[in-house]
């Protein structure tokens, strides 16, 4: 079969590099049978879980399966991974930060054994492992790319799974042809009319188990039957019939089988002995090929079987089961048993579950916690007490991501407890989460809640109105959110959040005044802040700083986050603070750890499923990309940012967007189509009610693109609105954008001069090397218009020399041909040394940056989520690009080149 050669060539064992594959396909195609028969054949080391519907509420257990086998190759990671890789095993008590540190742990322990041998891993029924184990699964799918590891997912087609799955290699097990069918009922041991045999064929739909099975149990009566049967169907008549036949206790003992968690004999055998059975009393159910013995393991032979038995289990009997294998299970799981076998309510079911899910969340499993809770609501008889559940359980929930969970948990504790004070704290959580989901419903639901709980609690109705700037932001709602940020302010605009909601609000809108005073508040409050728990309001005064163009107070409120972000390894905050991070860096001129800093931010939003942090990211990228000359990526990563945000109403994306492709456009030297693009984005910002040029940086471009399609009207219009911008925020780059476009357009000499001059000055006030760099560029090109080539030569000569620098390839040879054209000849001296740098990926870039910081490869695998392995390929290929041999070599050329092209770090 096709799909054999496939999964076979992934796993050859010859390969050096890593792989990942997904076999998908409807239950009963097989999907078990070929991981089987593959990882039977292979000569690598075969570490191996499969998903067990009903098993999700054990943390790590799927985790455990894989990564107990090798732990002894974990005693080269560094301690604090270690420790929390034990603490999730349970093989150690304590606390886990963060999930990402088991991730980052296990892809060590993983590596560390693969340098000693090759593996194969594979995962069957991925969607029905537990969800830290998912975590840890598709955290090594992503980064297993330098390491000897073929990695195998099972996953089936009706089956939810993370999207991310989708993004990996996927082969699609597909229904078998009539011919196969017929062919695979030839080699069974048994005997068919053509008759039976055509309706076997017609009625199994090309599912291999709904084949055999039927097949096995087929007799004349099948041509009777209903035609045309779904294969579900099908397998429930089969194994219907095949259970009724069997003795009162074998059902018993496979009532036993279904409802338990585990397939051990050793753990089984109490429950049934509870039941006067034994093992051997499946007997009969094995020779119908209905259960599986393998040495110590005893299982249904297709998990498919398992809602049959249950449904068809009387609830007496299951109580039973239920209970006793809640007296023979371990504490983490014996409380699920006990809450399958109880009657709502039952509040000491409640605290058992409450227990369980406090034991989760040591072991950083928020999702798993967040179930336990959720559950134990459902057993909590007092109102006030299940609505703290409830909310405990959105809670974690929210921060794990599921935002759809903790939107449906807030709604359950909105409606058993309507204490305002509560019902303002579900609110901010719900409307947290119903940002990402549907933007334009938080604001509704944050701003009900906030006036609801506004005469009772300041503080509270305070943090509501920032949720819903935040999302009314997010929708390009700007028009609304000045009055929210009023309300905000009059609130409670004392705290961290409220000053760093504010101050952006108000610079968006344009009302730079009040901005500027909540930012003044913001810093003089930053010394105080916690780390940790104030690091969401500090990023987001940084962004609001940098919309201000106050530079070096964004990066004084940034401070240490990453670098927080990264210890904790709280993924949502790192990518936050890496793309505000990054647009600082831009205006900065350091591209290349903006770019690298973006990248890193989008793979984190890609990784959990965040789609506006993921898109915003994506379209910064694309900016880069267009002025650095790369015009295909630029267009591909806008339109992947339009697609991915278009279903979620971020209409705040259309501008950042149109602005990229438009600077893109004109780096090309296509002004038309420049300034098509730009004008749209100033459509966008108007009828959204931006009125900031910093928010996105395209000012210069529409009035640059203009000019340069020779349309003085559209020029003079461009020119005026970035003025008007100018003098109703004071920004300084609105005022150089104005004044040079003034000064492209003058009708004389002198006139051009004096609105260069002020364009000059006004750069002064402002850190943009590249739009300097352009305004420059732009003075020289009038010079020389005006017949002055040698006064435009030392202009573009600078030009030339900050261009190269940032790596805008495009501008540098516009500013090259200016030069030639006014006779000027190069002297032959080497072009400035960046191109090393800009020809290392954004990875390479970090790992090369964490080495010259003094970092050892440990600690930098550390630091980014990688592999030891992964740093020392990329290590490899940086030595070779920038022509280093060793550490010290490396240190020294790298920072050297670093301070050429960006300045002082």
């Not at 371990?330 to 009657?343: G, H, I, Q, R, T």
């Not at 905000?488 to 961290?496: F, P, R, S, V």
């Not at 990453?562 to 991070?581: D, E, K, Y």
């Not at 928010?695 to 529409?702: E, S």
């Amino acid at each position: 079969m096709g799909e054999r050669a496939q999964l076979a060539a992934s796993a050859d064992p010859h390969r050096r590099d890593g792989t990942v594959t997904v076999l998908a396909g409807e239950p009963g195609s097989g999907k078990t049978t070929l991981l089987d028969e593959v990882a039977a054949e292979s000569s690598r080391r075969v570490l191996r879980t499969a998903g067990l519907e009903g098993e999700a509420e054990l943390p790590f257990a799927a985790a455990a399966d894989l990564l107990l086998p090798i732990m002894e190759c974990a005693r080269e990671l560094p301690d604090a991974q270690r420790e929390a890789l034990e603490i999730a095993l349970s093989l150690r008590s304590g606390t886990v930060a963060s999930p990402l540190a088991v991730c980052a742990a296990a892809l060590g322990t993983f590596a560390a054994a693969a340098d000693q041998e090759s593996l194969l891993v594979v995962v069957d029924d991925f969607p029905w492992i537990d969800a830290p184990s998912q975590q840890v699964v598709l955290f090594l799918a992503r980064r297993l790319a330098p390491e000897r590891i073929a990695l195998l997912l099972g996953v089936r087609d009706e089956v939810p799974v993370p999207p991310a799955i989708w993004r990996l290699p996927t082969v699609a097990l597909g229904p078998l042809s009539g011919e196969e069918s017929r062919e695979l009922v030839r080699t069974l041991p048994v005997r068919t009319s053509p008759a039976v045999l055509e309706t076997i064929v017609e009625r199994c739909g090309g599912n291999p188990l709904a084949v055999v099975e039927t097949a096995r149990t087929a007799g004349p009566d099948l041509l009777d039957a209903a035609t045309a049967l779904p294969p579900g169907s099908t397998l429930e008549r089969t194994w219907s019939a095949a259970v009724d036949g069997l003795p009162a206790g074998t059902r018993s003992a496979l009532t036993v089988l279904a409802l338990s968690r585990s397939t051990r004999r050793d753990e089984l055998e109490p429950v049934l002995a509870e039941l006067d059975l034994t093992v051997e009393d499946l007997t009969p159910a094995e020779r119908r090929r209905l259960v599986r013995r393998d040495g110590d393991e005893v299982c249904l032979r297709h998990d498919l079987l398992r809602p049959l038995l249950v449904a068809r289990t009387p609830r007496d009997l299951a109580r039973r089961v239920l209970r006793g294998l809640a007296r023979h299970a371990p504490p983490d799981l014996a409380v699920w048993y006990l809450a399958e076998s109880a009657d709502a309510p039952d509040d000491d079911v409640a605290e058992r579950l409450v227990e369980a899910a406090d034991t989760a969340r040591r072991r950083s499993a928020l999702l798993v916690a967040a179930r336990a809770r959720a559950r134990a609501a459902d057993f909590t008889t007092d109102p006030a007490a299940r609505g703290g559940r409830l909310l405990a359980a959105a809670t974690d929930a929210a921060v794990s991501g599921a935002a759809a969970l903790a939107v449906t948990w807030c709604e359950q504790a909105l409606a058993v407890h309507d204490d305002p004070a509560f019902t303002a704290d579900v609110a901010v959580v719900r409307a947290q989460s119903m940002t990402w989901l549907d933007p334009a419903r938080a604001v509704d639901g944050a701003l009900r809640a906030a006036e609801a709980v506004l005469p009772h609690d300041g503080a509270r109705a305070g943090r509501l109105y920032v949720e819903a700037m935040g999302a009314l932001t997010m929708t390009g709602r700007l028009h609304e959110v000045e009055a929210v940020a009023d309300r905000a302010h009059a609130a409670d605009g004392a705290t961290l959040g409220g000053l760093a909601g504010t101050a952006h609000a108000h610079a968006l809108v344009g009302r730079w005044p009040e901005a500027h005073a909540r930012l003044d508040a913001l810093v003089a409050h930053a010394a105080d802040a916690h780390p940790v728990w104030d690091a969401q309001p500090l990023v987001m005064g940084a962004q609001a700083a940098c919309s201000l163009e106050r530079l070096d107070d964004a990066r004084r409120l940034l401070g240490s986050v990453p670098t927080t972000a990264r210890q904790l390894g709280a993924p949502l905050l790192l990518a936050f603070a890496l793309g505000v991070q990054a647009e600082v860096d831009w205006w900065s001129g350091r591209w290349t750890t903006a770019y690298a800093d973006a990248s890193e931010a989008v793979a984190w939003a890609d990784e959990l499923g965040q789609t506006p942090t993921r898109a915003f990211g994506t379209t910064f990228l694309a900016r880069v990309e267009g002025v650095r000359g790369d015009a295909a990526a630029c267009r591909a990563h806008a339109e992947a940012a339009l697609q991915a945000s278009a279903p979620l109403g971020v209409d705040s994306l259309r501008p950042y967007v149109a602005a990229a492709l438009g600077a893109g456009a004109l780096a090309a030297g296509e002004p038309e189509t420049a300034s098509a693009h730009l004008h749209r984005a100033r459509r966008a910002y108007d009828e959204q009610g931006v009125v900031c040029a910093t928010a996105v940086p395209f000012a210069g471009d529409l009035v640059d693109a203009a000019v340069r399609a020779g349309d003085r009207a559209a020029a003079e219009d461009a020119v005026a609105w970035v003025a008007a911008l100018a003098k109703g925020t004071g920004s300084a780059y609105a005022e150089a954008m104005a004044a040079r476009g003034r000064g492209l357009l003058a009708d004389d000499h002198d006139e051009a001069e004096a609105w260069f001059a002020a364009a000059h000055r006004t750069h002064e006030r402002l850190v943009a090397p590249y739009e300097r760099a352009r305004t420059v560029l732009a003075h020289a090109e009038v010079r020389r218009r005006w017949r002055r080539p040698g006064a435009a030569r030392p202009l573009l000569l600078d030009a030339e020399a900050t261009f190269a620098a940032l790596g805008a390839h495009p501008w540098t040879e516009r500013a090259r041909r200016e030069l030639a054209a006014t006779g000027h000849r190069p002297a032959g001296e080497a072009a400035p040394e960046t191109a090393s740098l800009d020809a290392l990926t954004p990875q390479e870039f970090q790992i090369a940056r964490g080495v010259a910081d003094g970092l050892s490869n440990v600690e930098v695998a550390s630091a980014l989520f990688v592999s030891r392995k992964t740093v020392e390929a990329h290590l490899t290929r940086v030595y070779r690009k920038l022509g280093v041999r060793s550490r010290t070599e490396l240190t020294a050329e790298f920072t050297r080149r670093r301070q050429l092209v960006e300045g002082s770090p």
